[in-house]
Every structure is written in C-alpha cells, then in structure tokens.
C-alpha cells in the first residue's frame, strides 16, 4: 500500500474510489511517510492528526454512499501561510500562530472539495527567500540533498511533495515562490493569471487584510501536470477539471535563454529538453528578451519592493526612508540596482515612483501581447542556478556559485520570474530533467494574459510525451 504514496493526487483519487485503499487507510500512509523524512527534511511543521482523521472517516462515510467532492478522502498539507482552521499562518513569526482563524479562501474551498488537510508546510520568514528557513521551525531540506534548499517561498510544499508526503500542495508566489521550489525540487507548479485566484487568508499581508496584493498569486503544486488543473479548476472559477491536451506537432515555443545570467549546467538542461520537444514534432525557436531587461527589472523592483517594505516592522521601514538620500547618492556614484542603494530606493519608493513603475509595467505587458502572436508561449528557465546550499548570511552577502566557478548575486533570483509577475501573466512550471551535479532544474512555460489553460494543457502534453517528475534517491 505504501507505493500508493508514489502515486500522483489523481491516481490515489483513483485508488479512493476503486476502494483498494479507505481514506483513513491513506491518511495513515502520508502521516507514517512525515515521520519518516521529517528528521532529514523539516518539510511538515505543523498537524493536525485528530481533526484530520475525523475528517477522514467522514471522507469514507461519504464515499460509501457514492456522493463527495472531486478530491474526497485525498490527505493534504498546506503552505504555513494559509490560515487553516485550528492552525493559523505563522510565516515563521510566533505572533501569527497564536489566532484562531478562519479558512483562507482557497483552503475553504480544498476542503469543500473533500480534502484532508492535515499539516501546514515550512517557510521562510514573511515568505520572503529562496530559501524555507525561520526561528520558529528552523530550515527545510532538500531531498535531493539536503546540504541544500529546497527553494522558497514554497519550499515546505515542493520538499513535501517531492518526497512522497502529499500529493497536492497549494503555494503562492510574488518573487519566484511557487516556480523556484518546483524548479530545485522537481515537481510542477502553476502561477496563475494574476487576480484569478482568491489571497484572502494569505499572510503576508497582516490577518484581515481585504485588498488582493498586486503581484501576488496563489496557485496549484503537484506530481502531475494533470493534478495542477485539477486543484486549480477548484481554487478558481472557469478552469476545467480536464481539456484536450496540447498537440505537439502544432505547437510553436520561443526559447529564451539570453539577456540574464545562467549557469551553464541549467542552460545544457533547458537545451536538451528543446532537443527533445523538437524530436517530438513541437516548433522550438530561440528568441533574445521578450522585453527590454532594464526597463522590466527596474519597474519589478519597484513595484515589489514597494509591497514587501509593508510587511517590515515599523521602525526598519522608517530607518530605511532615512537612507534614500545616501542611497540615491550612492547610485549616482555607480552602486548596481541590486545593491543595498537600488533595494533601498525600491523599498521607500514615493507613489509617484510606483505609478512611474506601473506605467512601464502597462508598456510590458503590451509588448508581450505582441510576442505572443507568434508564439503559444514562451520556455525559459526559472532560476540562475540549481538548488544552492543552505546560506543565513544577510541577502547583501549571499551570493550563488555557478557549476564553472562563476559567481553571481543573489537577488539575481529574481531575473527570470520577473517578466510574468510583473506582467501578470501565467506560468506553468515542469521538470526538465537533471544538471550534470544531479539536481533537478525546471522549466517556465509562460502564456498570455488569461491562458492559464494553454499553458496547463502545454504542460500536460509535455508531461505524457516526455515525461516529467522523477522521485529524488531515498535518504
């Protein structure tokens, strides 16, 4: 029974109504695989077993009489920050997880499906790095080696679903959350079309907040291609449990690989899998940036930094408005935009600066609009570099080694997730296979504004065709 766990959300669905397993029966499992990796992954941080296996046996009961929702009986952990009835968003924060919240709109809604929600998944603080580490729980590993990330945001939910824990994970992603721990972990996620989705219950922003944050998305995480729609056709309205797969042979793909930094073991990756989509009938073209890179980095930076400066305490956001004079100064005399200057200047930005960022923003998503008449959508990679070992250094020292010596800045994270967040546009993020180091490296497919279903039906072509999660060895 244990190799049901293999299995992705629709095939133990599938073993739920074939009744070779109760739902209790598969709770059990996913409880009993938790205690076996969480010592060397730290992924689940938080359960909820009781609630969980009352809602199991009424998960069973439901079956008997042949009635439920699409995902009755499925066993599932969340993202630490959703707040969950009886376990409240911490986002690594000890204040948070003292409340007694509601659902988040998208666990409400899971839930109403018929999942089991059992556990909350680690994160870094305020959701705010690559890397899924906090006081409160400590760090999340890799399980493909855990000297290393698993990518953050979302790194809990990626580390967890790699890992056999669970099956359908929900993420958010403002900087890269839900792409980056797909990428390090070898799993698929999907950024949806930015608004299609509810944020209520997210935190960030603090409890209670009613505005949806721009930039911000939550979306689907899974094994399959074919479980992102199906989590996602429950979490928003309008998208299909199921459609016709894209046709390979009809298929036309901008490859972009230039105009930022990139490690070349990720670059032999994302060339392969292009190698192998053309031997499969698909038109893969390289293209140079789909949009001027100054004019996209600079408007993102202030556009996110804007945001992620409200979630700072009070006094660190008025230490840094004290610095804009010093920073501006510093900038003039040559400092880099991804120095502590540039960062300061984005995160004290005036409203003026932020309409001026809004307006490029506008002006992008134009020119996208126009890159996509000849494309269905456009292959790029997520990440500089594959998953990179645990660093706490302040962001301003960190920096990410190449597989050839090179060495490149942190906030170079950002670079390849920037265009479709800041444009609002859609990503399905796929294995492409493993670096030469043995680390997993994915993919963006990134569609027009609205075409969450293109790029889930691309995915899930490419998934059947070509094949996409690979277990990591076991620990």
Same mark, same amino acid.
């Given at each position: ?223 399959? @291609?074919?479980?992102? !729609? ?5 979490? $928003? /309205?309008?998208?299909? +449990?199921?459609?016709?797969? &894209?046709? %390979? ?91 502590? @200057?540039?960062?300061? !200047? ?5 409203? $003026? /600066?932020?309409?001026? +960022?809004?307006?490029?923003? &506008?002006? %992008? ?111």
């Amino acid at each position: 029974m244990a190799d049901l766990l293999a299995r992705d959300a629709t095939g133990q669905l599938s073993a739920l109504r074939a009744k070779e397993v109760s739902a209790v029966e598969l709770l059990k499992l996913a409880l009993a695989r938790h205690e076996q990796t969480h010592a060397r992954l730290n992924a689940v941080i938080a359960a909820d077993v009781e609630r969980a296996l009352d809602l199991a046996k009424a998960a069973d009961d439901l079956r008997a009489k042949k009635a439920g929702g699409p995902l009755t009986g499925l066993p599932m952990t969340i993202k630490d920050t959703f707040d969950v009835i009886g376990m409240a968003a911490s986002s690594g924060i000890e204040a948070l997880r003292r409340r007694k919240p509601d659902d988040a709109a998208v666990v409400a809604a899971a839930r109403q499906a018929g999942a089991v929600i059992w556990g909350k998944t680690n994160v870094p603080v305020m959701a705010a790095d690559w890397q899924s580490f906090n006081p409160l729980y400590g760090a999340t590993n890799n399980p493909w080696d855990p000297t290393r990330v698993p990518g953050g945001s979302s790194g809990g939910a990626a580390a967890a679903l790699a890992a056999g824990v669970t099956a359908l994970e929900i993420g958010s992603d403002i900087g890269g959350s839900l792409r980056v721990p797909a990428s390090f972990c070898g799993v698929f996620s999907h950024k949806p079309t930015w608004g299609l989705v509810s944020q209520v219950g997210h935190v960030p922003p603090a409890p209670g907040t009613h505005a949806e944050r721009d930039l911000n998305v939550v979306g689907p995480m899974a094994r399959s @291609a074919r479980d992102l !729609r199906l989590l996602l056709s429950i979490l $928003a /309205e309008g998208v299909p +449990a199921k459609a016709e797969l &894209a046709d %390979l042979k009809t298929l036309k793909l901008g490859l972009w690989l230039d105009g930022f930094p990139l490690d070349p073991e990720v670059r032999a990756v994302l060339e392969d899998l292009a190698g192998r989509l053309r031997a499969a009938g698909v038109e893969v073209r390289p293209i140079s940036a789909p949009a001027p890179l100054d004019q996209l980095m600079d408007a993102y930076r202030v556009l996110l930094g804007s945001l992620v400066a409200t979630d700072m305490p009070p006094k660190a956001q008025h230490a840094m408005r004290r610095m804009r004079g010093p920073a501006a100064l510093a900038l003039a005399l040559g400092a880099g935009r991804d120095s502590w @200057a540039g960062l300061t !200047r984005a995160y004290t930005a005036s409203h $003026a /600066e932020w309409i001026a +960022a809004d307006e490029v923003r &506008a002006r %992008l998503r134009s020119t996208m609009s126009d890159a996509f008449e000849a494309f269905d959508a456009i292959l790029a990679p997520v990440a500089p570099t594959v998953a990179f070992p645990h660093d706490y250094k302040p962001f301003a020292g960190r920096k990410l080694k190449t597989s050839d010596g090179g060495i490149i800045p942190y906030p170079a994270m950002l670079n390849w997730i920037a265009l479709a967040t800041a444009c609002h546009l859609p990503v399905t993020t796929v294995p492409a296979g493993l670096a030469a180091s043995g680390l997993p490296v994915g993919a963006q497919i990134i569609g027009p504004h609205g075409a969450d279903s293109r790029t889930l039906s691309i995915a899930q072509a490419i998934d059947e065709a070509l094949g996409g999660y690979v277990a990591p060895p076991p620990g």
